[in-house]
């Protein structure tokens, strides 16, 4: 069991807008922003897509945003692209003695 | 920029010991960044196994404490990972990354695959 909550997988048509949650705790999404998104394609390895909260890289498009309410973390695609399909993971710093914990991951299908 | 590249065996014995490192390129391991592993057993997802600093400090999952080593060589701009005592739940793709502050691990090595078996 994964110390983040995220759904197994959403899906979307392209053009379309999609929503994935992370939902944590006061220890850490809750308690820090420092909550990032990973994109993964298939054998390859995560990407960096959002830090703390909803800050994105140099190069990662601004169709992916991200934000927070409590102790739930939400990333956004706008425009859906087929390039976008992949598996999408969020982490946080934890207060526990883990230090980063990460979410169950989200397969995100464009239909 | 920074590459990162994984190594070692790719098969490892039960109750024997998985040994990866991860070479540093285009940048130096004494920077101001930790440094981590992180795995992903097949089909499944993430999980933080540690980090270190170029100071040879280190911070462990709790869950593997007890069987994770993790070392720094600053003279061949290298880190390491050993994992005492490997079950068949140790088998993953082993990823090491760098960690750039709050902001996450933003720099990974493409990974290798591990697998426990006899």
């Known amino acids: 069991q994964s110390a983040l909550t995220q759904p197994a997988s959403v899906s979307g048509s392209p053009g379309q807008s999609i929503t994935i949650s992370c939902t944590g705790t006061?220890?850490?999404?809750?308690?820090?922003?420092?909550v990032s998104w990973y994109q993964q394609h298939p054998g390859k390895a995560p990407k960096l897509m959002i830090y703390e909260v909803s800050n994105r890289p140099s190069g990662v498009s601004n169709r992916f945003s991200g934000s927070k309410s409590g102790n739930t973390a939400s990333l956004t695609i706008s425009g859906l692209q087929a390039e976008d399909e992949a598996d999408y993971y969020c982490s946080s710093y934890t207060s526990s003695s883990i230090n980063w914990v990460f979410g169950g991951g989200t397969k995100l299908t464009v239909l | 920029q920074v590459q990162l590249q994984e190594s070692g065996p790719g098969l490892v014995k039960p109750s024997g010991t998985l040994s990866l490192t991860c070479a540093v390129s285009?940048?130096?391991?004494?920077?101001?960044?930790?440094w981590s592993w992180i795995r992903q057993p097949p089909g499944k997802g993430l999980e933080w196994i540690g980090e270190?600093?170029?100071?040879?400090?280190?911070n462990y999952n709790p869950s593997l404490k007890s069987r994770v080593t993790i070392s720094v060589d600053k003279s061949k701009n290298q880190f390491s990972l050993k994992l005492s005592s490997v079950t068949a739940a140790d088998t993953a793709v082993y990823y090491c990354a760098r960690e750039y502050g709050s902001r996450g691990m933003d720099v990974w090595g493409k990974g290798t695959t591990v697998t426990v078996s006899s």
């Open positions: 285009g940048g130096s391991i004494s920077s101001s960044n930790w």
């Open positions: 270190i600093y170029h100071s040879g400090s280190t």
């Open positions: 006061s220890s850490d999404v809750g308690g820090y922003n420092y």
